[in-house]
């Protein structure tokens, strides 16, 4: 986008409704309106193309951006750092760890504790069925009575970097990506997309991408096919999500226990592995319980159920099936690549070579996803503070 | 505060001597002068109210605050790195791990190796008595004698974030929370405050706690009131810094084995557990011997001594013993509460809740009191550039 | 230096040739241009310079720079962060950890997961003979490809921080002290360098230090003398380097395996253990097959060979024989100092403390040196650039 471009957008962002996103917090993608998703979308590609213009958008003169990763995170560390430094916050790491599962008191004080002088706090914890979400949601309250009582100078807001349920910085990715490659979201209407299982010899993985995707490509007119084999069931609750998006938005929601019937004149195709839902859940009891032998178990018949599923494998052929045999491969990567990072895996190497350019391109989108959402969260004017940003256009490098 | 306000608080601190404070480290506070102190705490509602106007006091264009923290840290990392972040320096972690205790040449040569562009250097080293402000003194010293000799272009200062001796940032905050509270650091004069221990099921707390709030808090006329249970003495250095305070301040410092002569009429009640004073000498002595049974036996003598003291709980009725039924209970938290974090701790459950905001709000000074002690020791005119910044007004955040 | 000599020094870079520097990685010094290097030299003395009038170096609004530590690094570390900030960029670390030898595939995938929004890279990998250079030569096409493919906004720059092979930031942070000490690089044609091995109680320590002091001291007509005892080998690419150089320069490399001979009327010395070569080709191969029983014996032997020279010590007397008895003496840091960090070591204690203070000159150049290297990476008109910041002296911190 060239500054004439950039201020076009950034009129049209002016005419999307988006006040309640400010001082708010983003947890899911189906708390919000479609225009706030766009507004998303919108401030994302301006914040790209700023950058591209070389003009800094660092709202912040200080202030710090809090990471909590309760797993192991190298891409989302890094986008949230890269967005919290293209805003011009400092980032601080909580590395509570993953055996510390705090609760009640003790997340409360904490969240208050750390958050004097906090803006944005990030969280990932995906790990544990019906845990994530809840404690994102105890942090937000906390911060927001900390607020309320004057502990707090400001309420920072919340980005949920995946939780048990939802990973709306992923799919909103997946989707900008979509609406670009498309050419607009309009396009993306009747499109079918098959959010495919896929087999790993890892087990475990989480649900979160798949319900992400679900709940959120059904939003805008698309015909949204889940497959996997019986028995990798995703939570209930967002397949209920992913159909009352679709008698909304004009699209269907469609299951299936063929990747075959998914593929078949695909637009998009996603196949990725996850665990099944019923087995994280007892994995969840066990771990509440202390029960390794328990966990050691389940593991192995996990595993094993997996390999049953071998030709779960997204190939050329498969491929070939798809709509003029040129689906666009989505993936949130890094992906179980057969040959490559493993003997057998989700995707065949020739097919994950093809698309590695517009793999790479999904992913660049996260960390303007995420700034995006920081953005809305704490300006009050959106359009207004980015047309200024335009206008005095500040450099980011003196080249 | 508004704005006419921070101007009249700046036109106050100008009136403070504060000029040896300049280049000079933070080690303890009865090293300081009451103007100092004072000077601190102005600095520090200042730094606040300014950013509650959205007014940065970002004084560093670039700059490093190097944090070594030979314990582990949630709150004081989080506070440290808000005030550099606030002011605008930039933290770099120098992890150094317990085990490590650097002396002699490598202090001196990592001291200079870590502080090429370092303005300020914050250490917490709590745990063996004799160690921590020995070891702070040794990294001035290096740095001292590096930037004389040409190699360090800067003198990095040092903010002392918990030694073996006091907990300056600590007492301070809990101090600035006071004076807040009370309406001015006059009307605290004559009030009663109990610095009581109080029983932990764990072992070897620090005794910087109470010993940082006795040598504070006897500075301005207070009625210190320092109780424990036989053998849990705190360092006789610093009772004779309490007791010498007291007699210039017009204060008395009392000293009993019974908590509640201490909470009998007190205006404010700090119960906090600690481990004796003769018990950690031992303890450092083992360590360095590498008398790992030794300190194990150690241990346990230490928590079966804490046993026979249960009944050192801050209770309701014993919080119905102090000034008109309320005095304001104070804690450098976390606090072991009785039901909650523990089965019996310092302070029982009902008591701590009615007192979380107050608590809450006690810790949010901490990163601005780190912040006024880097300021004062890095900007020669402080009020002039806390001017500066009030009517030249950079906005903290483009809301 | 003063506003005027600084000006000065802008003026001399800007007859330097260095425009293809812009956008390139710094492999290693052999790879550069006499006048490359100047450069370099250059613009490290006038960052600093600019640091010391109080003058914002800080070309970055924001912008991230990512460092890659495959081993331990306390000094290089803070000399990264500090390069960074000065220019304006936030440090992200990637911690791979040492085990995990990622390659191909990974390799490409994670350089691009992480540079969205890099502007430069370091990385230190020195660990495997063959390994290092090999694995920052890809990711460097890993990053060019991604940003020719549009996935990368921006191209970051590789600063090699220490590899299997090269130094160059340390080996040029040397040589700048060496130039700023005999007042000029035109001084220090005819100089005498004993490069000198030296007995150490531990193995293992990295030959790019003594390669990177051959390879770059044999660029500028100095006598480059390599001393090591029989089996202590370097990587014979590189002593080919240093023939060449100095069949170039004027100057002359000799190697002996006599410490008096290298140090008989040398001008400055250098004596630092370092492993054997092959005995790290040995390493490395023995890790590859994960044979742990190998590498324990070979680390058994390699102690036992460095035993039998105990007498390679740079000592007074040894000191005595150099050019007037007052050869400058270099080291990396940590040196093994003989009665003080181990029994015996490579340095004798008194020797050592004699040159404490250049010894910490030398090290200061460092977080300049890498600053340089970013600078010139980065920006496409460096004169024009630091001609800028010298006239608008953006202030670095407000004092």
Redesign the interface.
């Known amino acids: 986008m060239n500054k004439d471009a950039i201020a076009e957008a950034i009129k049209a962002l002016g005419r999307l409704d988006k006040k309640n996103m400010y001082l708010e917090d983003f947890f899911l993608t189906w708390d919000k309106t479609d225009e706030e998703l766009m507004s998303v979308f919108k401030t994302a590609d301006i914040l790209?193309a700023l950058?591209?213009n070389n003009i800094?958008?660092?709202?912040?003169?200080?202030?710090?951006a809090?990471s909590n990763f309760r797993d192991n995170s190298?891409?989302t560390?890094?986008?949230f750092?890269?967005a919290a430094?293209?805003?011009?916050m400092?980032?601080?790491d909580?590395d509570e760890g993953k055996s510390q599962i705090a609760h009640?008191?003790?997340v409360r004080?904490?969240a208050?504790?750390?958050s004097?002088?906090a803006?944005v706090i990030g969280i990932r914890d995906d790990m544990y069925i019906g845990k994530g979400h809840s404690y994102m949601k105890e942090v937000s309250r906390a911060v927001q009575e900390?607020h309320k009582?004057?502990?707090?100078?400001q309420r920072p807001t919340l980005v949920n970097l995946q939780c048990d349920i939802d990973h709306p910085t992923q799919s909103m990715a997946d989707m900008l990506h979509l609406i670009n490659h498309f050419g607009g979201v309009e396009n993306l209407k009747g499109k079918k997309i098959a959010m495919s299982w896929a087999y790993s010899p890892s087990y475990g993985k989480p649900l979160s991408v798949p319900q992400g995707v679900i709940g959120l490509m059904s939003r805008f007119g698309m015909d949204v096919t889940l497959a996997h084999p019986e028995g990798y069931e995703v939570m209930s609750d967002v397949e209920e999500v992913a159909r009352k998006n679709c008698q909304a938005s004009g699209g269907t929601f469609t299951k299936t226990n063929s990747m075959a019937e998914a593929f078949k004149d695909a637009d998009i195709v996603y196949p990725k592995s996850w665990a099944p839902y019923s087995a994280m859940e007892t994995r969840t009891d066990l771990y509440g319980k202390g029960d390794f032998e328990g966990i050691k178990k389940l593991e192995g018949e996990l595993l094993a159920q997996n390999a049953q599923h071998t030709d779960w494998e997204c190939t050329e052929e498969l491929m070939k099936t798809t709509k003029e045999g040129k689906a666009l491969y989505l993936h949130c990567?890094?992906a179980d690549?057969s040959g490559?990072?493993c003997e057998k895996g989700e995707v065949e190497a020739s097919v994950f070579d093809r698309y590695r350019?517009p793999l790479?391109?999904e992913?660049?989108y996260?960390?303007y996803i995420i700034a995006a959402m920081m953005f809305l969260s704490?300006?009050?004017n959106p359009e207004e503070?980015l047309a200024?940003l335009l206008k005095d256009a500040?450099?980011?490098?003196?080249?």
């Open positions: 790209r950058r591209e800094s958008s660092k709202i912040f003169d200080s202030g710090l809090i190298t891409r560390r890094f986008s750092s890269s430094n293209l805003l011009g400092a980032v601080q909580l009640g008191e003790t004080e904490t208050n504790m750390i004097f002088m803006d900390g009582e004057g502990v707090l100078e990567l890094p690549i490559v990072s350019e790479y391109k992913a660049s996260k960390p704490r300006v009050k503070t200024k500040p450099v980011r490098c003196r080249f």
